[in-house]
């Protein structure tokens, strides 16, 4: 039987603790499967201003340790464009299921409001462990790319 899966909460970087997102790290080779959490910080910050997408840059917490860092973002104009843009779990505490825990409960958030029908995500095609994350959950490849990147999509069901 599978172990139960570790209790995560997701709250929006706030002033107290975006010093500390910055500073978590994935392994050396996954640093190409993810941007710094610093840039997208900045991505959000910048980009959630005016146009036409809203960027959520959310802490992954498990208690008060904080494991991770995820990004959820929506068009609001259509209501019906909604991406994970960001998720990663800093190296030391991978493979304890928090990410797995994480990816739920961040689907759980992107679809509290109702009417949200597809998430859908981006992926480098070597990310094996991604990949058998994202699939374990329901994505599946819609066979399109966006730039180098495999895109997934997750349908959600009412
Ligand atoms: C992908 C990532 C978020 C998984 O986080 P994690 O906390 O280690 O994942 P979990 O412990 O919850 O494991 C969930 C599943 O991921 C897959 N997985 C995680 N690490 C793996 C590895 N090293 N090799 C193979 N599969 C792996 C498995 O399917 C695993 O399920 P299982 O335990 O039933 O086998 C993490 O490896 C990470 O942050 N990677 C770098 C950043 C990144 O690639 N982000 C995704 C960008 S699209």
Redesign the pocket.
């Known amino acids: 039987m599978k172990s139960a899966l570790p209790r995560v909460e997701l709250k929006l970087v706030s002033r107290n603790d975006w010093e500390s997102v910055v500073k978590l790290s994935?392994a050396p080779d996954?640093v190409e499967?993810?941007a710094p959490n610093v840039r997208s910080l900045a991505e959000a910050w910048v980009r959630s201003d005016g146009e036409h997408y809203r960027y959520s840059p959310l802490s992954i917490y498990s208690g008060v340790m904080l494991v991770?860092f995820a990004m959820s973002v929506a068009d609001h104009a259509t209501s019906d464009d909604h991406w994970i843009g960001r998720?990663?779990?800093t190296h030391r505490h991978?493979?304890?299921?928090?990410?797995?825990?994480a990816l739920l409960k961040l689907i759980e958030r992107m679809t509290a409001g109702g009417g949200v029908r597809l998430i859908r995500?981006s992926?480098n095609p070597h990310?094996?462990?991604?990949i058998?994350?994202y699939e374990?959950v329901g994505f599946a490849d819609t066979g399109k790319m966006a730039g180098n990147e495999m895109i997934y999509a997750l349908e959600v069901k009412e």
């Open positions: 994935v996954q499967f993810v991770g998720f990663m779990i991978q493979r304890k299921g928090f990410g797995r825990a995500l992926c990310n094996s462990a991604a058998s994350l374990s």
